[in-house]
């Protein structure tokens, strides 16, 4: 369930957003938690990093998600300590593309194992362990799933609704992973170990619900790989505001008002201006109307784009 790569380097990640209201939040919302081994050794071959690797990751992370960068950026700093005092580090669950181009970034990087968990093969948000290939030879445990049930036949969630009540015991987002939505059943979460008990016993309602959690095992997640529809459109650009209506199958207009509201965002960041450019690979999501994927592009003889776009059903 781990999707593992080996690298050459190391990294640290940033600090957990936000504290806890409750008194012990302050030690379960660090930033990350160093994997205990028996082995120590002295590293004495200093680390650099390229900064045209650095100029890479602002360029793969739209330049208006500063928030982003600086997250890689941590990141590597963290590989940096993981090697030289040659200990495992964990992030807490990052979001696709800061995953990508950390992953991306720590491949140019030396003496480091990189591995990517989010506790079912096709998660979105993922935690990476680092360090040393002699330290980390197994893969952590640094993943847990609680079951959420109650009776939601008549009251069903949304996401939102799950994310809404968790976020508010006081849980820092960056502390969860993926929700997996089983309609009247209830959910799935997928968490960090260290707050699985006080989200069992802080977590007693979801909307207007009534709910209990248990822990379960990573194996008996109830999961589907994701259905989509794919289909082509041309247009005369590949602006979000142009490729989002089409997608969406809404006029320009309301996806224009929808941006205006903060409701649009791309790659998981939100978006401000209609006119930003979108690229094979970008994910488009819109509150209410679901997400999409954008495909191959092509250029027509008149000088049009095709595009191939992917709808998430």
């Not at 190391?10 to 660090?30: D, E, H, M, T």
């Not at 092509?298 to 059903?313: D, H, N, W």
Request: overall charge positive; charged content about 25%; hydrophobic content about 40%.
């Amino acid at each position: 369930m781990a999707a593992t790569i080996g690298f050459a380097a190391p990294w640290v990640l940033k600090k957990a957003a936000n504290g806890f209201a409750r008194s012990y939040v302050p030690l379960i919302n660090s930033t990350f938690s160093p994997y205990k081994t028996l082995r120590s050794f002295p590293f004495t071959s200093a680390l650099t990093f390229p900064a045209s690797g650095l100029c890479h990751v602002a360029q793969a992370i739209r330049g208006d998600d500063k928030h982003a960068i600086e997250e890689v950026k941590h990141i590597l700093e963290m590989a940096k300590r993981a090697s030289s005092r040659r200990e495992v580090l964990h992030t807490n669950f990052l979001t696709p593309p800061v995953l990508k181009e950390s992953m991306l970034t720590l491949e140019k990087l030396a003496d480091i194992r990189a591995v990517a968990q989010g506790g079912y093969p096709q998660a979105e948000r993922c935690r990476i362990s680092i360090g040393h290939p002699d330290v980390l030879t197994s893969d952590p445990d640094v993943v847990a799933a609680l079951s959420v049930t109650g009776n939601f036949a008549f009251q069903p969630c949304s996401h939102g609704d799950y994310l809404g009540a968790i976020l508010g015991t006081g849980i820092a987002r960056e502390k969860l992973g993926d929700i997996i939505l089983q309609e009247e059943k209830g959910a799935q979460i997928l968490i960090v170990p260290e707050l699985v008990d006080f989200v069992i016993s802080s977590l007693d309602k979801v909307g207007n619900v009534s709910v209990s959690c248990t822990k379960i095992p990573l194996i008996s997640l109830d999961y589907e790989p994701p259905r989509t529809q794919s289909f082509k459109t041309v247009e005369a650009s590949l602006r979000v505001d142009a490729l989002g209506s089409a997608g969406f199958k809404i006029s320009r207009s309301k996806l224009v008002d929808s941006i205006s509201k903060g409701e649009v965002r791309v790659n998981w960041s939100p978006v401000s201006k209609n006119n930003t450019i979108l690229r094979t690979g970008d994910v488009v999501s819109v509150s209410g109307r679901g997400r999409l994927k954008v495909g191959e592009i092509k250029t027509t003889r008149k000088g049009k784009f095709e595009v191939e776009l992917i709808r998430y059903l």
